[in-house]
Structure formats: C-alpha cells, structure tokens
C-alpha cells in the first residue's frame, strides 16, 4: 500500500517538474521523457495498489500541494536527493524483487517495474546533466553536498530496517543485503559523480 500511495505520488511529482523545467527552457526532448515516466508510475501505481488490495490493504490517497515554479538551484537539489539518489536506488530495489520475491507473479510485475525505474534514474542523471550546466560552482557544490547528504540518509534508513519476513517475501532486500547493495552503488555511481 505504501508503495502504491508513492507511485501515485510520483505521477504527480514527475508533472510538476516538467512544467517547471519547461518553464526554465529545458530541452523538449526531456520533457517529453519526463511525461513517459509519469505514464509509467500511473501504471505501477494501479498494478501495486491492486496486489495491495487484494492482499486487504486500504489505499490512502494522495494529497497534492501545489507550489511555485522554484529556481534551477532548488530543481537541482530536489533532482539529485529524490532522482539521482532515491529513484536510482529505488530501481536497485525493484531489480532485487524481480530476482527474489516469492511468488513468480511477483518477480513478473517487479521485472516491468524494475526495466521502468531504471529509466527513471537514467532520465534524474539527465536531468541532472542539464540542470548542473545551469549553475555556478557554488551552486553545483551545493548539489554535490545535496547528494552526499541524501546517501548518507539511505544509509541511515537501510540500517534500521528489520529483517520481516512479509517483506522479504517481496523480496525487498534484508538490512545487510541492503547496505551491501547500497555501498556497491555508492562506490560505483554516487561517489564517482560530478
């Protein structure tokens, strides 16, 4: 259910950053990948929040706040803590729980979900690039400090996990398997980024 409410979250997260970033004159082929990857979480949204449901979850509904076009600075910090950091971890995760979930129904819908999130990370690292031409080196400073800051959350969140077995059934990743996969993905990516 948690997973559900994020994905509808991220429809609408992946809209208000492509009016925003049009509005800062952002090439129209990434704002034309930007709707893509909102299409997608619209169906991952529904495919999730199914299996939640039929598994006796209630869905909560998602509250949008609108808020005011920010500036490249702002768009740049957000982009590398929630689509360079989160998403591409978040697309780690779904690629574990393709390989391990229980149920083969299961690995199914997680092998989609993963092959999309992938590209949602691909497409932060994108924007990234075009967001970090924008700035000065103060600025990028900021967004390198933006990154090690958000690692170093997911580190903190990954070490607190319980090892649940409903959740293993998910095949979501155990702590260790977790922290294993996170720092693989620090040294290979994060701490090799600009």
């Known amino acids: 259910a948690r997973a ?29 990948r930007i709707h893509l990857a909102a299409a997608d979480e619209r169906r991952h949204a529904a495919l999730v929040g ?6 006796g979850a209630i869905l909560a509904s998602v509250t949008i706040t609108p808020t005011p076009i920010r500036d490249l600075l702002a768009l740049a910090v957000e982009n590398m803590v929630e689509g360079c950091v989160r998403e591409t971890w978040a697309a780690l995760e779904a690629a574990h729980q393709a390989a391990h979930a229980r149920t083969s129904a299961l690995r199914e819908h997680y092998t989609g979900i993963a092959t999309d999130e992938a590209q949602h990370a691909e497409l932060a690292w994108s924007i990234h690039t075009w967001l970090i031409g ?8 900021m967004v390198a400090a933006a990154r090690r800051a ?18 293993l059934a998910l095949g979501l990743p155990g702590r260790n398997t977790a922290l294993h996969l996170l720092a693989g993905l620090d040294a290979a990516l994060w701490s090799q980024a600009a």
């Open 4 to 32: 559900a409410h994020d994905e509808a979250a991220s429809v609408h997260a992946f809209l208000a950053l492509a009016d925003e970033l049009a509005f800062h004159g952002a090439p129209a082929e990434l704002l034309a």
């Open 50 to 55: 199914e299996l939640a449901q039929r598994h």
């Open 134 to 141: 924008q700035l000065n080196a103060a600025e990028q400073a």
């Open 150 to 167: 958000a690692v170093r959350q997911l580190q903190t969140s990954l070490a607190a996990l319980a090892d649940e077995p409903e959740l």
